[in-house]
T-cell receptor, first 110, second 111 residues
Framework: QKEVEQNSGPLSVPEGAIASLNCTYS??????FFWYRQYSGKSPELIMF????GDKEDGRFTAQLNKASQYVSLLIRDSQPSDSATYLC??????????FGKGTHLIIQP | NAGVTQTPKFRILKIGQSMTLQCTQD?????MYWYRQDPGMGLKLIYY???????DKGEVPNGYNVSRSTTEDFPLRLELAAPSQTSVYFC??????????FGPGTRLTVL
């Protein structure tokens, strides 16, 4: 069974600092990796996706993938209070959707 | 584009009742998914579809049924509701690259 592990937190980060969110996955055949942000009571919103080893940057967000270690991370630079949310790591490899972790609850302290 | 829409937003069912959760997307995506999310948990895949007329079971299909007669619609049927089905249900669609777009969700309580 495919598994995706995330530290549930809460992860508390001062405003303006870098928040680092981590995710490990069990299926070595996984090909696509996604980070979703979910505010309380809302639906998941796609932030980043990455398919290849290395880093991918988009504004304040950087996704990092290491397939050998089965590890994917999300860095949020210059953290803002509006970044406070639950971050879901989703891992996929085929048509049968994504396997999600339980999410990391991030709190940005003003 | 409205994206992915779901109805109803909230529903309370009694044990043993049935209902259909509606999901519609206007992005012409072939792939559609139903997930459930329990408090403090991630999303669990219930059923998915890769195109009209094709559906398949996900990780937690028991107690649910789906149909896909059109590209746009992917309803989820609950038969004989049980308290264990109390959850938030999300429908999602994808153009096929696993990038998924989620609807606003349906919050279901079974008493």
């Amino acid at each position: 069974q495919k598994e995706v592990e995330q530290n549930s937190g809460p992860l508390s980060v001062p405003e303006g600092a870098i928040a680092s969110l981590n995710c490990t996955y069990s299926d070595r055949g996984s090909q696509s990796f996604f980070w979703y942000r979910q505010y309380s009571g809302k639906s998941p919103e796609l932030i980043m996706f990455i398919y290849s080893n290395g880093d991918k940057e988009d504004g304040r967000f950087t996704a990092q993938l290491n397939k050998a270690s089965q590890y994917v991370s999300l860095l949020i630079r210059d953290s803002q209070p509006s970044d406070s949310a639950t971050y879901l790591c989703g891992v996929g490899g085929g048509a049968d959707g994504l396997t999600f972790g339980k999410g990391t609850h991030l709190i940005i302290q003003p | 584009n409205a994206g992915v829409t779901q109805t109803p937003k909230f529903r309370i069912l009694k044990i043993g009742q049935s209902m259909t959760l509606q999901c519609t997307q206007d992005m012409n995506h072939n792939y559609m998914y139903w997930y459930r999310q329990d408090p403090g948990m991630g999303l669990k895949l219930i059923y998915y579809s890769v195109g009209a007329g094709i559906t398949d079971k996900g990780e937690v299909p028991n107690g649910y049924n789906v149909s896909r007669s059109t590209t746009e619609d992917f309803p989820l049927r609950l038969e004989l509701a049980a308290p264990s089905q109390t959850s938030v249900y999300f429908c999602a669609s994808s153009p096929g690259n696993n990038e998924q777009f989620f609807g606003p969700g349906t919050r279901l309580t079974v008493l």
